[in-house]
């Protein structure tokens, strides 16, 4: 393995790794102590945003408890396994490569899926 490769592969691992424990570090403050982040656009404006729930969706999927994480924000649920799929092949790609750069078509999705979102929050709040 070549020396770039393995820095690369490791500032990814370190940053994977830094992600998980301040999810777990989270997740543990929050079951713990019921201290949420709250949502600052619903304390604005008392609607939903598209992200509302996240916490609860991520606490829910830590249970294995799909049918919580489905209602505490069915549109996050369904972009996840996309989402996933393009962590993965952007990782990749940063490792080989050394670049984050998305093609036309992972860039296309991540619109798709912003849109997405979009529609949601607004339909949520109907």
Known sequence: MQPSVKRRLLRLLRF????????????LVCTTFGFWIPCPFRALTGYLCPGCGVSHLCLSLLRLDFRGAWAANPAICVLLPF??????????????AGTLRATR???ACLYAACAALVVFGIVRNL
């Open 16 to 27: 994977y790794g830094l992600l998980l424990l301040a999810g777990g570090l989270y997740a």
């Open 105 to 107: 078509a992972e860039s």
């Open 83 to 96: 989402g996933a799929v393009l962590a993965v092949r952007l990782s990749v790609r940063y490792v080989k």
